[in-house]
């Protein structure tokens, strides 16, 4: 193929004179990660770019951790969870010291940009590198929290769902068999994003997410009045977080309390929320924003988070996707509780 043809297709020109890409994957891992290494690697290598893969994320920069990556670094990889190159939530990195040692491995082996695939505290500590060293570098949103503001998904959120999903099914069955209350938590960090869409789909009675002051009285109300009617089990789903009835276990303790006729119970379903084969739609994700992190890098574009909305790839400015204000939509949570009834 011409190179003429490679730049039609891959809808580039190196605008930006960009030679190489390092990769890194930082914070809590996320299925689909490999997916988008696989994704940034190709597309990189496509456009006639060296491609550095970077183990432990930024500690792992600061540490030389680094080699060169070829096409078939990445084969096979698109179904596994986790991230073949490691990650780590680095302290060193966030200090002055620990970020020039950084940049003196980059310049060391011919580094000239980065994709960082991760969360806010990922993309946090992109945004202050690479206004302190000039650095080209551009996100993909890596996490299953899907807290990042200006995309409507992140990779590892729909795989992550998924999976809750399938536990609390489980959970379902015994509850239904047993007539019991249970309280279920879930991750997400501050966000209630996972907790709400896994709620609407399993059918759960409530939700308690960070976003809403926790009305306890009309849980009451409604676990009573669902248990009265008919309802042979009732799940609430709670994120975890600083939650002032003090979290699942806390909630399940006072039910304990306010109802003891009640046979209630509480699981954590911890982290194995967030491993497992991406799901089609996380793959799929990781792919598109993966090559178009190349397209913007090329295009000369740095600080923007590549993510997408209404099925459409968009670049938005770090400072915009870390703004912690990604408001969930009041109508699910309608929809969860009139469908509960
Ligand atoms: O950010 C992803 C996440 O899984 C959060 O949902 C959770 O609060 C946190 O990471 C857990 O972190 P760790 O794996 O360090 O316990």
Known sequence: MTDNN???????QNMAEIKSVGILTSGGDA????????AVTRSAIYAGLKVFGIRRGYQGLIEDCISEFETQSVSNIISRGGTILKTARSMEFK???GRAKAYAN????GIDSLVVIGGDGSITGATIFSKEYNIPIV?????????????????????????????????RDTATSHARLFFIEVMGRDAGFLALNSAIATGCEDVIIPEEKTQYEQLKMLIDNGFRKSKS???????????????????????????????????ILGHLQRGGSPTAADRILASRTGYAA??????????VLIGIRNDEIINIPFAKAIKKDKPIDPDLLKVLRVLSI
């Open 6 to 12: 490679k730049e039609n297709i891959l809808n580039i």
């Open 31 to 38: 299925p689909g990660m490999n997916a988008a290494i696989r």
């Open 95 to 97: 200090t002055p010291e």
């Open 106 to 109: 980059m310049q060391k082996h």
């Open 139 to 171: 996100g993909l949103p890596g996490t299953i929290d899907n807290d990042l503001a200006g995309t409507d998904s992140t990779i590892g959120y729909d795989t992550a769902m998924n999976t809750i999903m399938d536990c609390v099914d489980k959970i």
């Open 233 to 267: 089990s009732a799940l609430v789903i709670v994120t975890e977080s600083k939650d002032p009835n003090g979290g699942a276990m806390g909630l399940a303790q006072k039910m304990k309390e306010e109802f003891p006729d009640y046979d209630v119970r509480c699981s």
């Open 294 to 303: 190349v397209e913007a890098l090329l295009q000369g574009q740095r600080n």
